[in-house]
């Protein structure tokens, strides 16, 4: 860090000769909306080329001291163009009348730590989502509302479980056992997005004794809440991300909230209420007599249930609609007070969200508040700081693999569905499932979902502060000086218990389970920037702006887990259990870094140029004194209207940029592990996983070009990028020779590559009178390769193996390909070997909206062409013999090649083929059409605001989410992911929690 502090000193020595004592004036103006004529509040008005300016208060006008001669005043809001104005050195008025960017052409981008640019002049593509398109519906976390709106951004769902679990991940995976999530930075804070189970599989026994992956975890961006925030910008290539440095290769997801509005209290009132019901239902097996049946009930328990119930013939139930059929309203309320007075600004909120699952025992409660402040210190100092407190209550049910016969999904599929399992015996207890087996091989889901608990609660904090001084204010020159720290910390606690009386707990050998888990994570940032801008006002030079900084940052994490087996009666702690398994592992890194940017606008703002670099140490370094430096230079050149006036700009941009992945907590210092007791005593041994102390960050390489335009009067936007990513120095798992003693070493080696296309079309189709359609097409396209790795090819961790399909890592092969056991060895026999791609040829989504005077009415549909998922649901189901269409008629054979059906049914075929060592009939192509959001919006006159007292505005809102899906998968959701947040695999699709279809009401009223 002594290298920052020197150069930023230097930086200030060198520009205190600056003269800051230049003669100003004061001016003034007003800022309204074209045609209506309407002030526009909140509107930054500053001087061309300097990054700090004024806002408007809520009648439109602004003050504001400028140095005297001649100044052209910049006008701008995310929404409208921007305009500019020259002012003579004897004016001191400037009105400004803006037009709506209907295309969202206009805006600022993120550059750097302290540092932004118009979005007209951006070197790398930027994806920004505004507040109003964020949450046109409602969605269960933040990554749901983004979905099908980000170029570059494929999003997965864990599961339709209530409450959030969901993964981004951008322009494809960048490493094999580094982390793959994107960093998340609200208001200038890294916060946490760690997914941590709450134990489920101590009940499902999916995997691990106390926690697993598999058991629908929710990660912590789910706490967020998304009516608080601004916009979003997604941060995609090296040449962007860089300024983040070593945490910035999966992409950096950048969020503000919303800040208060000089001018009196604004208060804004939303309740909303909805209801959700079953998407898409598997669908059961349908019986007539018990011939039909008996094959399929599992031994004489379940023979005598099926006589009993086939008596003379079969009545079938719809377990799945009976279980997952609720209903039961959501509601949300949100309250939200914005105002300033002199030099304070300040926005709260509250909010209360109860989302109702559509299973029985199943939801989520988001409780929270957040306030912004923004203050105003003389005419050199600002400070700005923000708090955000919240409560989240999840209770997600079963869902996803598991080994005890609990997940629904899963035991559905063994079971015919003849028996009403929602029945109860003379004690009052739910009946017991006679099926497969009848014993303690399975459970009656209906009795599980109601008699279990499995609970997560988190308690969250969030709090930044910004310091700002204006060291230097002239012509010609400006150097701000910044602070800006904060911290994100959450407590989360899971409970899990299930009953020893319940049909499935003598299996382990122990009856009744009870777990405990409880994790803590804090994480702190700091940093000090300062910028220098030069404005030298001339035709060829606009500005150079420099900016120098440093950031400390710091993470730990502790998980504590215990879980008992064997408990007492009316015990619900595993206190006292006959077996108990605990868990407790803590992680901690700590990192620095500092960084030199610099921004050129020359030629009357047509040529940008920007280069700088960011170097990093960490904690999680084999050296960890040295600091691993990322560069980044980007460029663009604007052409205004070229050739011909239906042009109205174009613009060329390239950008390189290498950005880093640091390495995993623990692959530098792994050297032992707990051996157990040995004669009473403690004791450690060789750890299977061996250390590195050379250890070094994965290190991506990226190359972008593209082009913006825009036509026709900015009714036609275009946006095209190409990509070429290079991830270089790989975290890999190195074998070791069986003579050392130890398994395995984690080492740097081995490249990766993306080659990608993103295309953004924006129209206005019409625009007629008081009617308006805008649309806009996203499209994506990328294809991943593993180009080279230093040791024997393996299948990627997270998966079920040959049998079922996995990604596997092999030198020059597409890395998203899908291994899996089919007939093409010699003489037909089975290999392990590459069958489809998982990921897409293609993802594109059209988002549209209408309007017409008060009324709006937008729709969001996303369609994926292609990548092939493992459908382990459909592959269980017809094990089990009860899938939907088990009886249909079987063509000659199922794939081209595979074994004749002969006079086997569909079902019975599909699985002979997969016993047979074929797992083909069940990767399933992925493609669909999904209708993903739908809203209407009504801006109620004002007289009818004006009968509510106080208020000033009225608006209503009905919407709906996953209306519809339009696909041949034969599952719940092609979407959905077993594993979580994983780098590969993410294409497993094994017995989740079925998705739902939404619908809200909402009304709006403004005070």
């Known amino acids: 860090m002594g290298r920052f502090f020197s150069l930023a000193a230097a930086l200030a020595v060198a520009v205190l000769p600056l003269r800051a004592d230049a003669q100003t004036r004061d001016i003034s103006g007003k800022v309204t909306q074209a045609v209506v004529g309407t002030p526009i509040a909140d509107v930054t008005v500053s001087i061309v080329g300097q990054q700090v300016g004024v806002r408007t208060n809520e009648r439109g006008e602004f003050r504001m001291r400028v140095p005297s001669g001649e100044v052209v005043l910049l006008a701008r809001q995310l929404g409208f163009k921007r305009q500019t104005i020259r002012l003579g050195p004897t004016e001191t008025t400037a009105n400004f009348v803006l037009e709506k960017d209907v295309l969202q052409l206009e805006g600022v981008t993120v550059t750097g730590q302290a540092t932004t640019t118009d979005r007209k002049v951006a070197a790398t593509a930027v994806a920004t989502v505004s507040a109003l398109e964020l949450n046109r519906v409602p969605a269960r976390s933040v990554e749901s509302n983004l979905a099908g709106k980000v170029a570059g951004a494929r999003v997965f769902d864990n599961g339709g479980a209530p409450g959030g679990g969901a993964q981004i991940q951008i322009r494809g995976a960048t490493s094999v056992l580094g982390q793959g999530d994107p960093l998340y930075v609200v208001d200038g804070v890294i916060i946490s997005n760690a997914g941590i189970s709450s134990g489920a599989s101590a009940i499902t026994r999916a995997s691990g004794s106390t926690g697993s992956s598999q058991d629908q975890v929710v990660n912590r961006l789910a706490d967020l809440n998304p009516n608080d925030i601004e916009n979003i910008e997604v941060l995609k290539s090296a040449a962007a991300t860089a300024i983040y440095g070593s945490r910035a290769t999966n992409g950096v997801v950048v969020i503000t909230t919303k800040r208060g509005t000089s001018g009196a209290p604004r208060w804004n009132l939303t309740q909303r209420a909805g209801t959700q019901q079953l998407m898409r239902s598997l669908g059961h097996r349908q019986y007539g007599t018990l011939d039909d049946v008996k094959d399929f009930v599992g ?264 879980r008992g087996r064997g408990l007492l009666p009316t015990r619900r702690t595993a206190a006292g259990a006959q077996d108990i398994a605990t868990v407790d592992d803590r992680s901690e890194f700590r990192d620095q870094s500092y960084y030199v940017n610099e921004q050129m606008l020359l030629l009357d703002e047509k040529l940008a140029v920007n280069a700088g670099f960011r170097a990093d140490r960490s904690s999680a370094n084999g050296e960890r004194d040295k600091f691993y430096t990322f560069p980044k230079f980007s460029s663009s050149y604007r052409f205004v209207k070229p050739l011909t006036e239906k042009i109205d700009e174009f613009k060329f941009r390239a950008a390189w940029g290498q950005s880093g992945n640091r390495p995993r907590y623990g692959d530098r210092d792994i050297l032992y592990a707990d051996g157990g007791l040995i004669g009473g005593q403690n004791s450690l041994v060789s750890a299977g996983l061996l250390g590195n102390t050379g250890i070094k960050p994965e290190v991506m390489n990226e190359l972008e070009f593209g082009i913006d335009a825009s036509l026709f009067g900015s009714r036609v936007g275009v ?69 080279n790795v230093p040791v024997p090819a393996f299948a990627v961790p997270g998966s079920y193996g040959a049998s079922y399909g996995r990604n596997r890592i092999q030198s020059n092969t597409r890395s998203s390909l899908i291994w899996g056991n089919a007939p093409f060895g010699a003489n037909g026999a089975t290999r392990d070997t590459i069958l489809y791609d998982s990921n897409p040829i293609h993802t594109t989504t059209f988002n549209n909206d209408f309007s017409y005077k008060a009324f709006t009415f937008s729709f969001l549909a996303d369609w994926r062409a292609g990548g092939y998922v493992s459908n382990m649901t459909n592959n269980l189901w017809d094990e089990g013999g009860q899938s939907r269409d088990y009886d249909a008629a079987a063509p000659t054979s199922i794939l081209p090649g595979s074994r004749a059906c002969g006079t086997q049914t569909l079902g019975e075929c599909r699985y002979a083929t997969f016993n047979g060592g074929d797992i083909r009939p069940y990767i399933q192509k992925g493609s669909y059409v999904k209708l993903r959001e739908v809203t209407l919006n009504y801006q109620a006159p004002e007289t009818w605001a004006k009968k509510i007292p106080g208020a000033r505005s009225l608006r209503f809102n009905v919407s709906g989410r996953n209306l519809a899906l339009f696909t041949d998968y034969w599952s719940f959701d092609p979407e959905f992911n077993n594993f979580g947040n994983t780098n590969f695999n993410r294409f497993i699709d094994l017995a989740p929690f079925p998705s739902s279809r939404q619908f809200f009401l909402s009304v709006d009223v403004g005070f």
């Not at 080492?747 to 019409?766: A, D, F, H, K, M």
């Open 719 to 787: 946006e095209f990028t190409r990509y070429q990513r290079q991830i270089k120095d790989l975290l890999l798992t190195f074998p070791l020779p069986p003579s050392s003693g130890l398994g395995n070493q984690i080492i740097n080696g081995g490249q990766l590559s993306v080659r990608g296309t993103e295309g953004v079309l924006s129209l206005v189709p019409i625009r007629r009178g008081a009617f308006e359609w805008t649309s806009r097409i996203i499209y994506n396209t990328n294809a991943q390769f593993t180009d």
């Open 299 to 562: 031994g004489p328990i379940g023979l005598a249930a099926a006589t009993a119930a086939c008596s003379p013939t079969c009545t079938n139930y719809d377990w799945q609609q009976q279980l997952y059929g609720r209903t039961d309203p959501s509601w949300e309320t949100l309250l939200s007070a914005s105002g300033g007075v002199n030099n304070t600004r300040y926005f709260a909120s509250l909010s209360d969200r109860q989302e109702s699952g559509i299973m029985i025992n199943t939801g989520a409660r988001r409780t929270g508040g957040r306030i912004n402040l923004d203050q105003t210190i003389g005419s050199k100092l600002t400070a700005s700081m923000g708090i955000d407190v919240t409560r989240n209550f999840f209770q997600r049910g079963i869902g996803n693999n598991n080994n005890a016969g609990v997940s629904p999904t899963y035991t559905f599929g063994y079971t015919p569905a003849i028996v009403d399992l929602t029945s109860k015996d003379a004690s009052g207890r739910y009946i017991r499932m006679p099926f497969d087996g009848g014993g303690s091989g399975t459970a009656n889901p209906f009795e599980v979902m109601n008699a279990m608990q499995s609970d997560e609660t988190v308690f969250r904090q969030a709090a930044n502060v910004r310091l700002g001084y204006s060291l230097v204010s002239t012509t010609r020159h400006t150097v701000q000086l910044s602070y800006l720290g904060g911290f994100d910390r959450f407590q989360q606690e899971g409970v899990q218990y299930s009953p020893n009386y319940l049909q499935f707990e003598p299996a382990d050998g122990f009856l009744g389970t009870a777990g405990q888990n409880n994790a803590s994570s804090l994480q702190t940032n700091s940093g000090m920037n300062a910028v220098w801008t030069w404005s030298p006002a001339n035709k060829y030079v606009t500005s150079f702006t420099t900016s120098v900084g440093g950031s400390y940052e710091r993470q730990k994490q502790d998980v504590y887990r215990i």
